[in-house]
T-cell receptor, first 115, second 115 residues
């Protein structure tokens, strides 16, 4: 158990819908990262927040948005869902954002299926 | 461009034998960190080992060691005395100083340990 929690574990929805994925980082971690893992794209970094502020942006679509709240939990919002958005979405957390061995601890993931 | 290459999509190893999983990387940044993660069939991502670009010695963590050859830009993972529980996907990843909050993942290698 990494200490990072993600809810829900599974999510099944229809095209065009909007969903919210939730992540609670490990106690004391200030950084939260979101990743998408799909069969065709592999693991893709989406976005990172550090202590409530957006810190880095990766391959995140405009239909997706995220935020980190004062209690440091984070939510990833996916809207106008398409079939291709079906994937495993990981949240990870780390203490800081430096280059050193700033290990990221991953949550168990949310499996999103868009029908 | 920053890139991680893992040329072995699948590997087999006999139980108790050692196995090397290949990883090559491409970056022009002199400061970077290299990570290996394990993803069992259950889906969670487990951090295994870290190597910094300025580390003088190869990293080791229990049965895991990293064969870091900086000039060749390779960071191969060596697993000694393979166990059945080592069967999983293994991802090599990199973070550079210019993008220290992003992690770039390779496509992964699927390792199967045979009894």
């Amino acid at each position: 158990d990494s200490g990072v929690t993600q809810t829900p574990k599974h999510l099944i929805t229809a095209t065009g819908q909007r969903v919210t994925l939730r992540c609670s980082p490990r106690s004391g971690d200030l950084s939260v990262y979101w990743y998408q893992q799909s069969l065709d794209q592999g693991l893709q970094f989406l976005i990172q927040y550090y202590n409530g502020e957006e810190r880095a942006k990766g391959n995140i679509l405009e239909r997706f948005s995220a935020q980190q709240f004062p209690d440091l939990h984070s939510e990833l919002n996916l809207s106008s869902l398409e079939l291709g958005d079906s994937a495993l979405y990981f949240c990870a957390s780390s203490v800081g954002g430096g280059l050193g061995n700033n290990e990221q601890f991953f949550g168990p993931g949310t499996r999103l299926t868009v029908l | 461009a920053q890139k991680i290459t893992q040329t072995q999509p699948g590997m087999f190893v006999q139980e108790k034998e050692a196995v090397t999983l290949d990883c090559t990387y491409d970056t022009s940044d002199p400061s970077y960190g290299l990570f290996w993660y394990k993803q069992p069939s259950s889906g969670e991502m487990i951090f295994l080992i870290y190597q910094g670009s300025y580390d003088q010695q190869n990293a080791t963590e229990g049965r895991y060691s990293l064969n870091f050859q900086k000039a060749r830009k390779s960071a191969n993972l060596v697993i000694s005395a393979s166990q059945l529980g080592d069967s999983a996907m293994y991802f090599c990843a990199m973070r550079t100083k210019t993008s220290y909050d992003k992690v770039i993942f390779g496509p992964g290698t699927s390792l199967s340990v045979i009894p």
